[in-house]
């Protein structure tokens, strides 16, 4: 979301391919407290009521939690994050940038390859702070074109850098078959701060409860999520918590979810 890594952080700028593809120095993360809209705008419970947007699942009864990615995917990181997931036999939903999928086709072919979910993080990692219908669509096709030529899939999933959304956003990606992904509140790693292993895996694990989205990114400058996964994921599976997508995850609800890509 922004420096290596790039995340759904909080700022005015609209980036252009070449300064996505330069990886900017980090900029903070949209948090929880934000709520990632803009004050005045319609609030979380006004679009959660609608079922326009998704933070989590409580009301499943079976032990899933979700493990979400964010900005990939990198050279370096994704697969070690993948060799992750493999060893403890969890699947992930990977929200992409465009602009990544078509520098690293193969992580993208991996990643479906070895059953994960793929969602659009928009082509440049663009941070919609006054959007129009036009340029949201404009976003959500080129990286729905990259995902599509680079992994041969649809991803059906939408998360909005920075975690900014609006009524004008969310109905753009609704239009295009989109359902709109954030979240658990409490499951804000803020693993992009670098705020330490500990911090990171102590954020999951204190707050682990089923239904939960937890937020991570794969493309982060000096990263710590990969070892701080590296006692998460065990940790977890000990108590019995299955590592599911979000579509899976959004099946698993009474009224059923969107189908997988």
């Known amino acids: 979301m922004t420096s290596l890594f790039r995340s759904g952080a909080a700022i005015a700028t609209v980036f252009t391919a070449v300064l996505a593809l330069a990886l900017p120095a980090a900029s903070p993360h949209a948090s929880a407290a934000a709520e990632g809209i803009a004050p005045g705008k319609k609030g979380r419970a006004y679009f959660e009521n609608r079922g326009d947007i998704v933070w989590e699942v409580a ?41 990544q999928a078509l520098r690293h086709p193969e ?35 080129d990286a729905e074109r990259a995902i599509a030529q680079a992994g041969g899939v649809r991803s059906r999933l939408f998360r909005p850098p920075g975690g900014y959304y609006d009524q004008t956003i969310v109905d753009a990606a609704r239009e295009a078959g989109y359902q709109v992904v954030m979240w658990s509140w409490h499951q804000d790693t803020r693993d ?34 990969i070892a701080a996964l590296e006692r998460i994921l065990p940790e977890l599976r000990q108590r019995d918590f299955q590592f599911v997508t ?9 009224t059923g979810g969107p189908a997988e890509q």
Request: glycine fraction near 8%; proline fraction near 6%.
């Open 59 to 99: 009301s499943t009864r079976e032990k899933l939690i979700c493990l979400t990615f964010d900005d990939g995917p990198d050279p370096e990181q994704t697969p070690a994050i993948l060799d992750l997931l493999k060893r403890y036999g969890a699947k992930g939903t990977f929200f992409v940038t465009g602009v």
């Open 107 to 141: 992580l993208i072919r991996r990643e479906v390859q070895e059953g994960h979910e793929l969602g659009n993080h928009t082509y440049h990692h663009r941070m919609f702070r006054h959007p129009t219908a036009e340029s949201v669509r404009g976003e959500l096709e």
């Open 192 to 225: 992009w701060s670098r705020p330490g292993v500990e911090r990171i895996a102590r954020k999951v694990l204190d707050n682990a409860r089923p239904g939960d989205i937890v937020l991570f990114h794969d493309r982060v400058e000096h990263t710590q999520t």
């Open 246 to 254: 979000v579509s899976e995850l959004l099946r698993s609800a009474p």
